[in-house]
């Protein structure tokens, strides 16, 4: 099932704006009919799996080298040099983004001890 710019922004809750970036930087490619841009079910995946990394604080550009590289391998085909190269720098950028998450999560649970001592303070008073 196919369907318009308008009804897939409502589904992916993405303004058209965003969802015409995406395509512009290579994200997305919807079929064009009659000039009209038309959307499926696997874009819809699409869309959730760049929301879900840039949640985990991957950019657009790491996202999209992410999947270009996904797209360019053969599962059943032996890795070339480049390839196992093209997989170690993914496996440091997600062990970067990792740290990255762990040290978020000590922030805020030392932000959240903080606020928990001022509503012990206030709410003595």
Known sequence: ?????????????????????????????????????????????????????????????????????????DENDELTEAEIQNLQQMKLLFQNKYKQMIQREKEIKQKSKSYNVLIIKWSSY
Not at 4 to 10: H, M, Q
Not at 15 to 44: A, C, F, M, V, W
Request: hydrophobic share 35%.
């Open 1 to 73: 099932m196919l369907i318009k710019i308008g009804e897939f922004a409502t589904c992916t809750s993405l303004s058209k704006d965003t969802i015409r970036y995406y395509e512009k930087i290579g994200l997305l490619r919807p079929e064009i009919n009659n000039k009209h841009r038309e959307y499926n079910e696997d874009q819809i995946e699409i869309i959730s799996t760049i929301l879900k990394l840039k949640k985990c604080g991957f950019s657009l550009q790491e996202i999209k080298t992410l999947f270009e590289w996904s797209q360019n391998t």
